[in-house]
């Protein structure tokens, strides 16, 4: 059980620090400039986010259907807000 613990947490690990690198692909490779950090920063947060709802949500002791209702809730709320962010920065 430990290593299983330890795989997890490298995979997640792996997965919050290289997936907002792989996604800054508006690079002008002319100049080298990147785009912003802010964006890479977003998308690890958001990972972060995803990773320890789902965690707090497998790990409890609750039912199962309750399980997957505060799951589907919860990440319909970050997706809502996230939505609603997007509109208002426009």
Known sequence: MFWSW???????SLLISILP???L?????KHGAMDNFLESGMTSFTIIV???NTKVT??????FDHDI???IVMQSLFAII????????E
Request: proline share 0%; hydrophobic share 55%.
């Open 6 to 12: 330890i795989l997890s947490a490298l995979i997640e």
């Open 21 to 23: 690198l792989v996604l």
């Open 25 to 29: 692909e508006n690079t002008d490779n």
């Open 50 to 52: 995803i990773v320890v």
């Open 58 to 63: 497998n790990d409890n002791n609750c039912d």
């Open 69 to 71: 209702v505060v799951m």
């Open 82 to 89: 996230w939505i609603v962010v997007i509109i208002n920065d």
